[in-house]
């Protein structure tokens, strides 16, 4: 089944190229950085976690949001979602690879991370995440490959992967729940220390994840003969619409309970992220046009959406895709982490900015997820086509 | 109708394993800490120890006052304590590295700075390190058990399990953690090494690993007192002791003075004290 990985056309293979061009690109400076140290980074004693944790934190939510095509097609029977189930558990697959890359990225001691497993932790929030991430992968890629393989075969798959698919469903669930507690379960910290982070983590991930299969979806359409199907596209539409909606609203609680109790802990890094945090005499606001731009396109995709599937445009659903994805992107996996970090401990300000190492390397992984998502995507679909005939 | 049916038993059986499962889920985390600490407390030295009812506890006060009086004396503490434990110095607040250090009254103590607070507030130096907490939320985020606590009291640090994962320095809440973001053992672009003088008694750390103050652990262990509180000398500045101890002289002091700690409401449990 591989070996339709193997076979594509020159735009396929230009694609592959470009990936791995990057790649390249990023292990280059990961040498730079593994010799050199972190220091080689932006981040600093004050603000200790950068891209690399944000970007874990965004992608562990987009691998969750496989959930919501694997939950309608295996328990309710939602036939029309047939043909992008297997997108949603193999887009699943690239997103944990990328968590698990930018996590072994951000380590100091890199060649010492199996001292998790060692030394097994089962207070630290970490030692969890590890276990859900990894068990998440491995569901996703038996029940994925043994799905698709079936089908392949053309006979339907074993009993067995019935039961897997049932685990993957709450453990999807449970892998955003844990990220989240690694923030929210730390005293000191008010901008993550709210209870509403894991349902806010889940909400925005199950519009993030399906927006990013809808815009791949989209692509596709126009580069393969493969197409999802018009009433599973509109059905995405309604799942991505609400659960930004759902987002927001609890964005809009977060707004309410720092700004109604006045409590100046609980407003610092809201002020910081939305309008720039004075201290000693000068402000602080390096986030706030991407805040404010996360604010805007996310209120403007959330009825662009529902619009363009009223409309039937397909440009007009490409475009409300990416002004959902960004903006979320933006509100996790860039305000989230880095908001915490400010006011620092000791209530000064420390500002961060990514270096180009460090920018290289997070663009390496990103484009690592997408070569695993295209290799995947590739046989998924020559599958498809071939039993359809 | 009968496929409706189907669907809700098959939702509600899921229900089901769900709300068994996260009970269960929550008793493990909570047994896992259980025997965390009881292991600890077996084998000292090992994850989150309770507070030891008996037998040494060591605790500290600071007596801001004498600070105060004694000019030179913060930054002889922070050299007696930096020299001997090889704290290296990159010279940028980016890379920096400290055990101890003074800092404005309103850093350390944010809960207490309200709008009309006494101008000699303003000025104060307020010697900040670990905390040594009862309760240390570091300890409890390590996901390596690389930092642990005593049961004497001393929250320390293992460099060669540390993976550098910073999830510690998320978790404190007073700001006290460092990472070696670079290699604390090299030399700067002039080539001048980080650490002015080795001292050879105590390890030099590597790259990429956390670390803070170890309440000079490897100087208790010899029946010596913290190198910051000997810097102090005769002045009463620092006082260290055990606190299960009623005779000791910060049992003394702690009972003949008011004393504030730094973000009780945490429920950490430090065992500093300050006099202001």
Request: hydrophobic share 45%; with cysteine; proline share 5%.
């Amino acid at each position: 089944m591989i070996e339709k990985a193997l076979k594509g056309g020159s735009g396929y293979w230009a694609w592959i190229i470009f990936l791995l061009a990057i790649i390249g690109m990023g292990g280059m400076f990961y040498v730079q950085q593994y010799n050199y140290g972190l220091g080689i980074t932006g981040m600093s004693r004050d603000v200790t976690w950068g891209v690399y944790i944000s970007q874990f934190t965004f992608l562990v939510g987009v691998a969750a949001g496989g959930l919501m095509l694997v939950l309608p097609y295996y328990i309710h029977h939602y036939k029309d979602f047939g043909r992008i189930t297997i997108l949603g558990e193999f887009m699943a697959i690239a997103a944990v690879i990328m968590c698990l890359l930018f996590i072994m990225a951000d380590l100091g001691q890199p060649i010492r991370a199996l001292n998790v497993l060692l030394h097994p932790t089962p207070n630290s929030m970490l030692f969890w995440d590890m276990i859900v991430l990894n068990g998440y992968l491995f569901l996703n890629v038996v029940c994925g490959w043994a799905v698709l393989h079936a089908e392949y075969k053309g006979v339907k798959y074993a009993r067995w992967v019935k039961y897997l698919i049932y685990l993957s469903i709450p453990w999807a669930v449970s892998i955003h729940t844990v990220t989240a507690f690694l923030y929210c379960g730390l005293p000191g910290r008010h901008f993550w220390l709210t209870a509403i982070l894991a349902p806010r983590f889940l909400a925005s991930a199950f519009a993030a994840g399906p927006a990013l299969l809808l815009l791949v979806a989209l692509i596709m359409e126009r580069t393969t003969k493969f197409r999802v199907g018009q009433v599973a596209k509109d059905k995405l539409v309604t799942i991505i619409g609400y659960a930004a909606l759902l987002n927001f609203f609890f964005v809009g609680c977060e707004f309410f309970v720092a700004y109604y109790s006045q409590i100046p802990g609980h407003m610092h890094t809201l002020d910081y992220l939305f309008w720039g945090l004075s201290h000693d005499g000068h402000t602080y606001n390096n986030l706030v046009p991407f805040m404010r731009a996360s604010m805007l396109m996310g209120l403007v995709g959330i009825p662009l959406i529902f619009i363009a599937r009223a409309r039937q445009s397909g440009g007009l659903l490409a475009l409300s895709c990416i002004l959902l994805f960004l903006s979320l992107w933006i509100d996790k996996g860039l305000g989230l982490v880095l908001g915490g970090f400010v006011p620092t401990m000791m209530e000064g300000v420390t500002e961060y900015y990514p270096s180009v190492q460090e920018l290289g390397i997070t663009a390496a992984i990103w484009a690592t997820g997408f070569f695993v998502l295209t290799l995947l995507y590739k046989v998924a679909i020559e599958v498809k086509l071939e039993q359809e005939g | 109708m009968k496929k409706d049916r189907r669907d809700f038993l098959k939702v509600a059986g899921l229900a089901a394993i769900a709300g068994i499962g996260a009970p269960s889920a929550f008793n493990m985390l909570l047994k896992g800490e259980a025997t965390a600490s009881e292991q600890s407390a077996a084998a000292a030295g090992q994850g989150e120890a309770v507070a030891a009812p008996t037998g040494k506890r060591w605790g500290m006060v600071i007596d801001v006052r004498k600070f105060v009086a004694n000019p030179n004396l913060p930054a002889k503490c922070v050299e007696a304590c930096h020299t001997i434990h090889n704290v290296p110095n990159f010279g940028n607040p980016k890379d920096e590295i400290k055990w101890i250090w003074p800092d404005k009254f309103e850093a350390v103590f944010p809960d207490e700075s309200h709008y009309k607070r006494h101008e000699a507030l303003h000025s104060m130096p307020i010697m900040t390190l670990c905390n040594h907490c009862d309760k240390p939320p570091c300890v409890r985020a390590c996901p390596t058990k690389a930092t642990y606590r005593m049961k004497d009291g001393v929250v320390a640090m293992d460099y060669h399990r540390c993976i550098g994962c910073r999830f510690c320095m998320a978790a404190c809440p007073y700001g006290a953690r460092s990472f070696n973001w670079r290699d604390p053992r090299g030399k700067d672009e002039n080539g001048n090494p980080f650490i002015k003088t080795v001292n050879p008694k105590f390890p030099t750390r590597m790259r990429g690993v956390v670390e803070k103050c170890n309440f000079c652990v490897e100087r208790l262990a010899l029946g010596q007192i913290p190198a910051c509180v000997e810097a102090t000398g005769t002045t009463g500045a620092m006082v260290f002791g055990d606190l299960n101890d009623p005779n000791s002289e910060v049992s003394k002091v702690l009972s003949a003075n008011f004393t504030i700690q730094r973000k009780p409401s945490l429920g950490t449990y430090p065992s500093l004290f300050y006099i202001i």
